[in-house]
């Protein structure tokens, strides 16, 4: 099983995604997770590149290959082999983020965005994605440490990113499930478990 989790920056995934890891542990399930772009050493290398300050432009195509090509080695090198071994995969974003940031958010065409993303991991996407959905200026409350480079876009910029993911949901509800994270900790929690449960009932030859 593959599972991601999305949303804008500030949503809560690295609060949620731990706690989502340990709950499909306790269900007997083998838990491999990672991020995306990272978790191989090419990844967390461009991973530098895209998110640190730098004195040099980079434009929005530039951007969303670099994080193709990151994803491209984290499908080859990490995710396939954890699937292959039987694990359950939980990635911290995916496909979706380069689709709604430099599509949605930047400008570049959304439907070709998806192409290639199909094409960098050979076609490999979630089961289930879950996103985060938050209000922007509640978003930016939350985040006390200093700024990434994506995290420095603007509010406008972030407001398009929110809007692209809940119109990527709409589009695909068998695929893409919004959870509400303007609540506590646990209950936003109990809402991602309850969308990875259904989805497990519905899919039982996935256990």
């Given at each position: 099983?593959?599972?991601?989790i999305?949303?804008g920056?500030?949503?809560g ?6 706690l ?17 772009p ?5 990844g ?35 995710i ?9 995969v ?27 993303g ?24 939350r985040?006390?440490r ?25 589009r ?25 449960s259904r989805?497990l ?7």
């Open positions: 099983m593959f599972f991601s999305d949303g920056d500030g949503a995934k690295s609060t949620q995604i731990p989502f890891c340990d709950w499909l542990r306790s269900r007997g399930l083998e838990v491999a997770s990672c991020r995306d990272g978790s191989t050493r090419l967390e290398a461009v991973r530098r590149i895209l998110l640190d300050a730098h004195d040099f432009p980079m434009g929005r195509m530039s951007e969303m290959l670099l994080y193709m090509a990151a994803r491209a080695q984290l499908t080859e090198e990490v396939r082999p954890a699937l292959a071994a039987g694990k359950t939980v990635c911290d974003r995916y496909l979706l983020a380069n689709v709604v940031y430099q599509g949605h958010a930047g400008g570049l065409d959304v439907g070709s965005l998806w192409q290639v199909l094409i960098a991991t050979g076609g490999l996407l979630p089961d289930l994605t879950i996103v985060l959905d938050l209000p922007v200026e509640k978003a930016a409350a985040r006390t200093p700024l990434d480079r994506m995290e420095q876009q603007g509010r406008e910029f972030h407001e398009r990113v929110r809007r692209g993911f809940l119109d990527e949901a709409a695909q509800p068998d695929r893409i499930v919004v959870v509400q994270a303007d609540r506590s900790v646990d209950e936003v929690q109990q809402a991602v478990r309850r969308a990875a989805w009932d519905e899919h039982p030859q996935r256990r």
